[in-house]
């Protein structure tokens, strides 16, 4: 194994996503059950101007696989951030958005465009937002969707602490 | 750590896609220069209905990192099977397609929709094969792409082996 290599510059602004994370979310949406979850997230890099992004969650009641996400996530401009994240149950989002502040990190993105396979369900439109502290050591976010016929509603919410020492 | 999971039944077709492939290809296209690629590529399960993956490459020349894709796959019938995936130049494609044969395993996709980010390169459309054979322990792929104004034209194709034992 070589040394990492160094970030690569155009995707400083997001550094204070690098790293593995773990801790507890919770769901809810008009149309399910609320339901909390065990989540791990991990934001990696190879010295290309992107970061690498995978999370997994499981039901806190019985450590049961949940949902899984994979992507990533760069900066085209100054404040500007873009990702792509794609879904195991047949969805892909590309999103566009802002650096709202740099410490702490504070990203806000909306879904440019949401596909979906034809035996998906239907997702309309996907916000995110994304605050990671250095301090707290903390990275925190929340998901709003537009699905299955609800308006842009409340969805995901979940505080991580790093777990890479 | 405890023991993997079973495999999902419904990703029982995708098995012989499990593991760590590494291996070379080469990449071309009637706008750049073809180029050979070192590659690796992983398909894993958590015993839900779908396979994680994901894949990285390098210039063979020197090593430097080159492309990276993350996604998921799954059969949404006895020989339907569809797959998402994530660029980190903001592209994401959804791709449907067939099980031709199962042993070896040949699946033919195509994509549904290919989306990306107002910054990315235009890509109108992608195919992909994908042949997984027991017998030999390899898993060889090609890529064809209708994309920056050229009609669907051979973009990729790889041998990998298998490096997980």
């Known amino acids: ?25 919770r769901g809810s949406y008009p149309t399910i059950d609320a339901f909390d979850y065990g989540e791990e997230v991990v934001f990696g890099h190879v010295g290309k101007p992107f970061l690498a992004y995978r999370q997994r969650t499981w039901l806190r009641r019985d450590g049961a696989p949940l949902h899984a996400e994979a992507g990533y996530w ?7 951030v873009e990702a792509v994240l794609s879904h195991p149950f047949g969805a892909a989002e590309v999103l566009a958005g802002t650096v709202i502040t740099r410490a702490p990190l504070a990203l806000r993105l909306h879904s440019q465009q949401v596909v979906t396979t034809v035996t998906a369900k239907r ?33 995901l919410a979940a505080t991580l602490r790093r777990a890479d020492g």
């Open 1 to 25: 194994m070589s040394d990492p290599p160094p970030l690569h510059p155009a995707v400083e602004p997001l550094a204070g996503l690098l790293g593995v994370w773990r801790g507890e979310g």
């Open 74 to 80: 760069r900066m085209v401009d100054d404040d500007a």
């Open 123 to 155: 997702i309309d439109a996907v916000e995110r937002d994304v605050d990671a502290n250095p301090v707290e050591g903390t990275l925190a976010y929340a998901v709003r969707m537009a699905a299955v016929g609800e308006p842009m509603t409340h969805h």
